[in-house]
Every structure is written in C-alpha cells, then in structure tokens.
C-alpha cells in the first residue's frame, strides 16, 4: 500500500467521515472497554528493553529481506526466513498457505486471538538509493526479466512483525491468549490475502477476535499514525468498449458512430458522482483513456475506454457501479448500438479500521509515545488488501509508523521526500523499526489483559 504516512502528514481540514460503521463495531467496543487496566509506560519500558537485545538481529534481518525482495507469489525465501526466525522462538509454524504465506502461532494461555499481519512482497521496480544494503536482485515478471525492490517498505513491517513477537514471547507474564502471526504475499496485486482466506485461513486457524497491521511511510520516524473508520480507498478499474458501424466521415447515416457513444459517456458519467451519489459521501470516476480511430474521415467500429472508480462506502460503491453500466448501455441505447462491453475489476476493498478497537489502541499509543502519536485527519486514496480479513469479520486497526528522521527532513528543506514505490524510498532503520515493535507489541498486549 502505498503513501499511507504521506496522508498522515496532509492535514486537510475541510474532510468530513460520513462513515457509518456497522453495529458489531459499536457491540464490540463494550468488549474492549471492560479490559482490565493496562499499565502502558511500563509495558513499554519492558518492551524497549526486549527490544535493546534484540536490535542487532532485527536490523541485519531488515537489511538481508532488503536486499533478498522477492515478487508476489514468489516468496520463497523471504517466507522460509519468517518461518525460520518464529520456529526459533518456539511458535507453531505452518507454510504454504494461500501458496507462500505463513502463520505461526503464539499461544499463551486461556483468552481472546489477535491477528498481527505483514505483506512478503517487493515491487517489479529498481532501487536507486546507493544503500549498502540496496537490492539488486532481478526476477521474471509477466513474462520478462525485472528489477525487484522493497520500495513499499514490507521488509520494515516484516522486521517488526519478528521484533513483535519477540517482545511478546519475552513478556509473557504480562499478557494471556493468542496470537497469530501472518505473513501474507502478494499484497502489491492486491490478491494475497483473498490466497489465504481462500486456503481455508479462518478454518485451519480460528477466527481471530481482533486484527493489526502497520505500514511504513514518509512521515516523521519514531511517529504513530492511527485512524478510526475509513482509511483506505475501494479502487474498481473499469474497461468500457462500444461497438458501431465503421465508415466514411463523409457519410454518418451510414455508421453508427463509437466515438460520438464514447464522448457522451464521459460527460454523462459524471452525473452519477454529481447527482445520484450523496454528495457528503468520497466517489471518483475518472476515465482516464480513450483509445477510438485512426484518421479524421473514417468513423471507426469501435471506441475503448478506461478508467478507475475510488470510494470509502460499499453501498456508494454499488451506487456507482450501477451507474455507470446504465450510462454506457443508455449510450450504446442513443444510437441504436449493440449493448457494450463492461468489465469492471475490483482492486482493494477499503480498509475500515474499527472504530472502538482504535479508540482504546490510540489511547495506548499516546501513552507511549506522547505527541509522536497522531491521528490522521483523512483517509489516503490508495488501497491495500488487509480489508479481505477485516471484511471476514475481523476487527481491526490498521495503523502507520514514519520512517524519516528530522535531519532527513530539514536536510530535505521543504522539498518532498521520497514517498512508497519511488526507487529513491529510504527507511531510517532506527527509531522506525523500534517504533513499530514497540507499537505493534503494545496494541497487542492492550487486548490481551492478563485478568486479575
Ligand atoms: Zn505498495
Ligand atoms: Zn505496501
């Protein structure tokens, strides 16, 4: 998922969350909120100190994932290494699910299961920093020869996902149930988590009572970033090609003319997003190509469109959906065309962070980090597959930590800096893998109260 910290550092203050969250939300919050109390600064303090002796192996394991991305669905290596570091600490490691995930569970006694997620992937792209540890690791992708690169920052929440159960394995006394580590792949393709669930996840595993998941961005390192609600886009690409008659420009009566369908169906469209949508409600449809004829006096037999729809709702999505397949065949109606062709194909599904387990996860996040912990002011447009477990029934929070120091920052001086999936993306190692230990460490015990 890419930019997440990016938003983080947007404020926009004129965005409303016309959100409306579903009943289980509300119910579970009674859960949350009836937790035994948790002692945070010294969890923390615990925490951090787990995680002094542990930094050295965490950093190389950050540098050698690195420098070894490997693609979607290619994962071989990187999982055996996850699967390797949590056998190491005693968890019950099982590969291979959804084709290279891996889940390794934590048990500690009787209480709820929390999910602590990561992404194994790299990106078909190559890395430009001059890093030591850059990769320069190439790989077959759709059929050619590609750079591959951790320019989305997976190996950090990788690295984090270790250090977290690490930290939890040696602070056992101060929190009971289960956890479940998943290393899912291929979240760049958006279909790894669907892989997992399609692989009898939730069977073979349990249904988990509570989810987490981090991203690294371009915010300031040693920061949190949380929000409740919506956070991430659904992104539906639509494909849209009209058929009519080809022929001379000199004789229109004697076509029907794809071109005149297709520029009506850009303008039309519009009205969906403008006067049937609420308009509090965020929906985009761009139609950002159109590909029709090869000469100004023929009229050609066919005009092709293509373009996204982005929204935070399902039913807004639906909405739109609708809409726009009855433009398009209202179109293709005008002329007397045959009816055109439509393919809509889903991307991400918004992530909607639940609004209760985010509450009692932000204030935890406060007490251990003070300022550094901040709430973004609006969702980020991108979109990312973690929403597969949340749309499964699993409440989740997923959160960002910052990955540039201040001397980066003011090095930068008001320039910007390199965001997710640009080759020149650099995480600061430190404070921002310690940042997301600690984090994910205290999310988790926050829900697993030892009870008195
Ligand atoms: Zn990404
Ligand atoms: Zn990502």
């Known amino acids: 998922m890419p930019a997440t910290g990016g938003a983080a550092h947007r404020a926009n203050k004129t965005m409303t969350f016309a959100l409306l969250l579903p009943a289980a939300a509300v119910l579970l919050g009674a859960t949350v909120a009836s937790a035994a109390p948790f002692d945070v600064p010294a969890a923390r303090d615990s925490v951090t100190a787990a995680f002094e002796k542990d930094r050295s192996r965490l950093e190389a394991l950050y540098m050698d994932l690195h420098a070894h991305p490997e693609l979607g669905f290619q994962e071989t290596r990187t999982a055996a290494r996850l699967a390797k570091e949590m056998k190491a600490l005693g968890l019950d490691v099982t590969e291979g699910v959804g084709g290279t995930g891996v889940v390794a569970v934590l048990r500690n006694g009787a209480g709820p299961t929390v999910l602590v997620r990561t992404e194994l992937d790299a990106l078909p792209m190559k890395e430009e920093t001059g890093l030591p540890y850059a990769s320069k690791v190439t790989a077959q992708w759709e059929g050619r020869e590609t750079f591959v690169a951790h320019s989305c920052g997976h190996d950090m929440h990788m690295a984090a996902w270790v250090g977290a159960a690490r930290a939890l394995v040696a602070q056992k006394a101060r929190w009971r149930g289960t956890v479940l580590f998943v290393a899912q792949p291929s979240e760049e393709t958006v279909s790894g988590a669907r892989a997992m669930i399609a692989d009898r996840f939730f069977e073979r ?14 915010g300031l390192a040693g920061g949190v970033y949380y929000k409740p609600g919506v956070l991430s886009s659904n992104s539906d690409a639509l494909e849209l090609t009209f058929t009519g008659r080809g022929g001379h420009g000199s004789m229109p009566h004697a076509t029907i003319d794809p071109v005149l369908m297709a520029s009506r169906f850009v303008v039309d469209v519009q009205s969906i997003v403008s006067r049937e949508k609420d308009p509090a ?45 009855r433009v398009a065949k209202a179109q293709a109606d005008m002329s007397a065309a045959p009816p055109p062709k439509l393919e809509f194909i889903p991307g991400g599904k918004a992530v909607v962070n639940d609004a209760a387990l985010t509450a009692t996860t932000a204030d935890v996040f406060k007490q251990a980090f003070g300022s550094m912990a901040v709430e973004i002011p609006q969702p980020g447009s991108a979109s990312e597959d973690y929403s ?21 920052m003011k090095a930068a001086a008001g320039k910007p800096l390199p965001v997710n999936h640009s080759p020149m993306f650099a995480p600061a190692i430190q404070p921002t893998l310690q940042t997301g230990v600690t984090a994910m460490a205290l999310a988790v015990m926050n829900v697993l109260p030892v009870e008195p």
Do not use: C, W
Not at 205 to 218: E, Q, T
Not at 399 to 407: D, H, K, L, R
């Open 281 to 325: 409600a965020f929906g985009v449809v761009t139609i950002g190509a159109i590909q029709a004829g090869s000469a100004g006096n023929i009229i050609p037999e066919t005009a092709q469109l293509k373009g996204t729809i982005r929204t935070y709702d399902a039913g807004v999505r639906q909405k739109i959906l609708d809409g726009v397949t």
């Open 205 to 218: 595993f349990g249904k988990p009572d509570y989810g987490f998941a981090l991203h690294v961005g371009p």
């Open 388 to 408: 597969e477990f949340i749309l499964a029934g699993v409440p989740s929070v997923y959160f960002a930590i910052g990955s540039y120091t201040p001397e980066t």
